[in-house]
Structure formats: structure tokens, C-alpha cells
């Protein structure tokens, strides 16, 4: 079943400024749409609103039919939420039972809970489980109700790095042909798991596209930034600009892991920093006004002077600066 959202909606707490949610985005029938953003971009707003949380304006719609006046419960959406929201005082099968109060064909517990691997806490209280096991609940109270729609905010966000990527790989097979949408600010997760990647800013959706197209040609600085591709402005990098065939002074993006480096090549740069992550090093590098960074095994040394390399078939050039706020 295909969704489509475009909704617009304004938010306000006592004392602060209010925050407004204007964005579009439909998925298709067994697609996997991940929506990408900074923290405070409005990813879980958008979310919520989509649910039936709260009020808006524009359409909600289920393969062409509006829900805008249907409550939560009855929109055939599983949502799973980040601090899992189970309830304390009811078993882990009570919790993922729940859902048969409001629909009448809902999937046995204990079978939901055996295939993702905590069948033995059917009778076990969720303030006496670990984090990743209370998310594997959560999502199979999400799934009891056979859901034409997953919705998932952020569900690894507070797990350690190896539950979380156990339970990506889990999730993984989980939305292979389910229609989900999944908000997350996690880069690495994005690309697991999308079909499509939305990158929102500041309450709009600034671009969708597959993976390769959202990491390798962004549309903006913003986009480019956030996904970890390095932003060089040519205006503030004369020695690129001049080694470069770039038929433009503005602003091109490349990958890290497309720049090359060693004792010859396009322009002379110097080592400013290496951080060590996981089995490779992060390198940025000096190059006029402008650093850019690139990944390697073995990193030379800070101080030491090489040559980068940028090869022409990775260099993008992005189509719109509006967005070139840094975050």
C-alpha cells in the first residue's frame, strides 16, 4: 500500500519559539523510505503529524484514500518509538498484544516475539529488560497488528553501537518488503536500510533520491555536509580550482573515501589531523582556505606535505546554495 504525505504544521512550548513542518513525500508499496536530518530538523514532528499525532494541514493519504480524519490507532500504521513506550505494568506479551483491542486480525505474540529472538521474555515486565531487548518488543507490538504502514522514529538511536547493529541487521530483514518510513540522523543506518533517502533541514524535505544520489550528487552544501562529503568552495581554493577541469567557480563536493593521496597528483596539501575510526583513519588536510578529508589505512603524519588527487568521475557540482548553512 503506497503513502503520501504533504503536510504543514505549526509547533509552539511555553517559552519557546514555535517551529513550523511544511513537507512532502510519498512511498511506494514495499519501499523503505528513510528520512535523514540533523537534530531539530523536524524528522519526528514530520513523523507524529503523519501518524495522527498531531493536528495539520494538507493530506494524508493510504493508496489515494485521505486518513487525515482517522485516529492513530485505527490508520493501519505500526509505529515503533525511540524510548520504545511499552507499558510498565503489563508482560511483554500483554504489551505486544495490545494491539487487539482495536483490530480484530492481529499476529499470535509468542510466534512475533520467537522470530526476533526474545521469545523467551513473553512473561518478563519491560523495566526489567535491557534497551535492545525493549526495542525488539516494541517492534513486534508495531508488527502484531499487520500494519499496511511501518513508522519508525529512531529506534536505535539509544542502543550501544554492537546492539544497534545487530538490531539493524534484524530491521533490515523486518522492512526488506514492507512499506516503512524510518527517521533517523544516523548516516550509516540511512544507507542500510533506504530505498530512498528524504534529507529534511529545518522542517522541509531539501531533497529525495536514492542513496548513491543523496551521498554521491547532492543538491546542496547542507546536503553534502551532512552526508560527510567534503564542501570545497573553489572561490576560497585557488590551487583546486586551477588543477582541477571544473567547468565552474562554484562550490563542488567528493566522497572522503574518492580522494586520493601520495607523493604526486593535483595540489600540494598538509596533514592538519588524524582521527582513528574503527579499522581506517580520517585525514583532513590543508589546502589554501579550505580543509578537505579523506580516509586511509596507513595515515602519514601531521605536518607531512602530499599531493591529493581528485578524480574527475567522483567530483559533483551542486546544483543549489541555499541551503549551505553549516550543521
Known amino acids: 500500500m503506497s503513502l503520501h504525505a504533504d503536510v504543514s ?9 514555535s517551529f513550523h513542518v511544511d513537507a512532502e513525500f510519498e512511498v511506494e508499496r514495499g519501499e523503505s523510505l528513510v528520512i535523514l536530518g540533523p537534530s531539530g ?20 493519504t493510504l493508496d489515494g484514500q485521505r486518513v487525515n480524519d482517522t485516529p492513530p490507532e485505527k490508520r493501519d500504521f505500526g509505529f515503533v518509538f525511540q524510548d520504545y513506550a511499552l507499558f510498565p505494568h503489563m508482560t511483554v506479551r500483554e504489551n505486544v498484544d495490545f494491539g487487539s483491542r482495536y483490530h480484530d486480525d492481529t499476529r499470535d505474540p509468542d510466534e512475533l516475539l520467537a522470530e526476533l529472538g526474545v521469545g523467551d521474555l513473553t512473561d518478563r515486565y519491560p523495566p526489567t529488560l535491557s534497551g535492545g531487548e525493549q ?9 502484531a497488528v499487520r500494519p499496511e504502514v511501518m513508522l519508525l522514529d529512531e529506534p ?6 554492537p546492539t544497534r547493529q545487530s538490531l539493524r541487521d534484524d530491521l533490515a530483514d523486518v522492512l526488506a518488503d514492507a512499506t516503512a518510513v524510518y527517521v533517523t540522523h544516523n548516516r550509516t543506518t540511512a544507507r542500510a536500510l ?17 542513496p548513491d544520489e543523496i551521498f554521491h550528487r547532492p543538491e546542496s552544501p547542507m546536503v553534502a555536509r551532512f552526508t560527510g562529503s567534503n564542501v570545497i568552495d573553489l572561490d576560497d581554493a585557488p590551487s583546486i580550482r586551477s588543477a582541477l577541469d571544473v567547468s565552474t567557480d562554484g562550490i563542488v563536493t567528493i566522497r572522503p573515501e574518492s580522494v586520493e593521496f601520495g607523493d604526486s597528483g593535483d595540489v600540494r596539501a598538509t596533514v592538519d589531523r588524524i582521527v582513528r575510526e574503527d579499522a581506517t583513519n580520517r585525514v583532513t588536510f590543508v589546502v589554501d582556505d579550505v580543509t578537505v578529508e ?15 588527487t581528485f578524480p574527475a568521475d567522483a567530483l559533483h557540482v551542486c546544483r543549489t546554495y541555499a541551503a549551505s548553512t553549516s550543521v
Do not use: C, Y
Open 135 to 143: 526495542q525488539r518488543v516494541a517492534l513486534a507490538r508495531a508488527l
Open 194 to 210: 533506504a530505498d530512498r533517502i528524504a534529507v529534511m533541514n529545518d522542517g522541509q524535505v531539501v531533497q529525495i533520491g536514492t
Open 41 to 60: 530538523s523536524g524528522k519526528t514532528l514530520l513523523l507524529e503529524t503523519v501518524a495522527g499525532f498531531h493536528p495539520h494541514d494538507g493530506p494524508v
Open 156 to 161: 536505535l538511536a539509544a542502543l550501544d553501537v
Open 9 to 17: 504544521a505549526t509547533f509552539s512550548a511555553d517559552g519557546a519559539e
Open 294 to 308: 579523506a580516509f586511509a589505512e596507513r595515515a602519514p603524519a601531521v605536518g607531512d606535505e602530499v599531493w591529493l
